[in-house]
């Protein structure tokens, strides 16, 4: 399977931006998506898009997340603007994504803080 690593998370004020990226082991032409969980919660699936382009969005981060993928660099990136404190979580991308479920094994993940 294709594997994939997180990064770009951080501490960031309310109403402010980051920009997570994945980078996948090889190509793939399934599904990739991020999800995330916080303390306390399952692990919520927050954007996927398929490999042509077409992106899903929870109703949560709708409006505020764009998701994009370079399938010839194997890359996939997660502009995140307005972030509120309801968004602090650890982020992991996943490979192959089916309904709203990640297949393929997670990785470290890359965590994001909103706090004040």
């Known amino acids: 399977q294709v594997q994939a690593v997180e990064s770009g998370g951080g501490l960031v004020e309310p109403g402010g931006t980051l920009t997570l990226s994945c980078a996948a082991s090889?190509?793939?032409?399934?599904?990739m998506g991020w999800f995330r969980q916080a303390p306390g919660k399952e692990r919520e699936l927050v954007a996927a898009?398929?490999?042509?382009?077409?992106?899903y969005y929870a109703d949560s981060v709708k409006g505020r997340f764009t998701l994009s993928r370079n399938n010839t660099k194997n890359t996939m990136h997660l502009q995140m603007n307005n972030l509120k404190p309801e968004d602090t979580a650890t982020y992991s991308c996943?490979?192959?994504?089916?309904?709203?479920?990640?297949?393929?094994?997670w990785g470290q993940g890359t965590q994001v803080t909103v706090s004040s």
């Open positions: 996943n490979t192959n994504v089916r309904g709203t479920t990640g297949i393929n094994s």
């Open positions: 090889g190509h793939t032409v399934n599904p």
């Open positions: 898009i398929v490999w042509n382009g077409p992106a």
